[in-house]
């Protein structure tokens, strides 16, 4: 009986060493499929925009558009606390490490925009639905739609006015929001937010139609990311490390707090606290190809924040039975 119990532990953590590998060693093995493209010359690393437009203009667009619209309004509005706590936090992260980077470390407001971005806005497109599926099972697939959606119409659009001002300096703020919200990226989870919300069902036909293109987003925005990479040299610095403690320590960590406060427990809180504590995501560096901000800090934080992740997932699955 001894030796039965004493096995509990390990076997544990053997399920949640699987479930953690499940998620990331697809993201790992893409990523590292991109890079190796790229150093090899079989995939052209610095002429990307095509890739860049396929994956930010319409896949990803078409995807969240697609996840929210066929959601019930009930199942969405049912979600609120979590879509409230994840506005705060990635807010709140997003806000820290944009001031950071602009008085800390005197970036432009362009890169300094896109490393916030990248810190602040989990990579839920690729992790979250494995992880989920495989630690809180399918039903919390709508999570990850919702922390997408906050993250798109939120802080994607702070950081394309600031990236649309640094191009167009002469623009009035009105035009360069303006040219912000107009972009796909931001109409897609919006439109499919409003769907939803007014019950129009999604004719069968068309959500078949959509989610050809859509379900491709998770792989090529890894791959395009890791063709990114190798065209950069890694960042050691000090602002690299921190930014990846901040991505996959803090960010975590203030979800906890907020939950707490929020007084969220049980399966709702399980779902914000797992989405939050997901690595770094690659909507910055994509945003800022589109602008011709190639950040190497950006990075070297997903991929930094992604090989951390491994440590720090399996903490916060540990914890998830607590909540």
């Known amino acids: 009986m001894c030796d039965i119990s004493r096995g509990f532990p390990r076997i544990a953590s053997d399920l949640m060493t699987y479930e953690v590998a499940l998620a990331l060693l697809p993201v790992f093995f ?6 190796g493209a790229g150093k090899a010359r079989l995939v052209d690393n610095q002429n990307v925009s095509g890739l860049n437009t396929l994956v930010m203009s319409f896949a990803l667009p078409i995807s969240l558009f697609t996840s929210l619209a066929a959601s019930e309004r009930g199942e969405i509005l049912a979600r609120w606390q979590l879509a409230a706590i994840s506005a705060v936090v990635m807010g709140l992260v997003y ?3 944009y001031l950071a980077q602009r008085r800390a470390y005197r970036l432009p407001d362009g890169e300094s925009a896109v490393q916030a971005l990248s810190v602040a806005f989990p990579n839920c497109a690729a992790v979250g639905l494995p992880l989920v599926d495989s630690t809180l099972g399918p039903g919390a697939a709508l999570s990850v739609a919702a922390v997408l959606a906050i993250g798109s119409i939120t802080l994607s659009p702070a950081t394309l006015v600031i990236l649309e001002r640094q191009r167009q300096s002469h623009s009035g703020i009105g035009p360069v929001i303006g040219r912000a919200l107009a972009k796909p990226i931001v109409i897609g989870p919006v439109l499919g937010l409003a769907w939803s919300l007014l019950g129009i069902p999604v004719p069968h036909l068309l959500q078949v139609t959509l989610t050809a293109i859509g379900s491709i987003t998770g792989g090529v925005a890894l791959f395009l990311t890791g063709l990114v990479l190798s065209a950069q040299a890694v960042e050691f610095t000090a602002n690299a490390y921190l930014s990846t403690l901040v991505t996959d320590v803090a960010r975590p960590a203030l979800a906890f707090l907020a939950i707490r406060l929020f007084g969220l427990d049980g399966e709702p809180a399980r779902e914000t606290l797992l989405l939050l504590a997901i690595p770094a ?7 800022g190809i589109g602008y011709g901000v190639r950040s190497r800090l950006a990075g070297t934080t997903v991929l930094f924040s992604t090989v951390l992740s491994a440590a720090t997932l399996a903490v916060v699955i540990a914890l998830l039975p607590r909540l």
Do not use: R, S
């Not at 893409?30 to 890079?35: K, M, N, R, S, W």
């Not at 995501?281 to 945003?287: A, D, K, Q, V």
């Open 30 to 35: 893409v990523l590292a499929l991109g890079y």
């Open 95 to 97: 806000a820290g490490t």
């Open 281 to 287: 995501g690659f909507f910055g560096l994509l945003l």
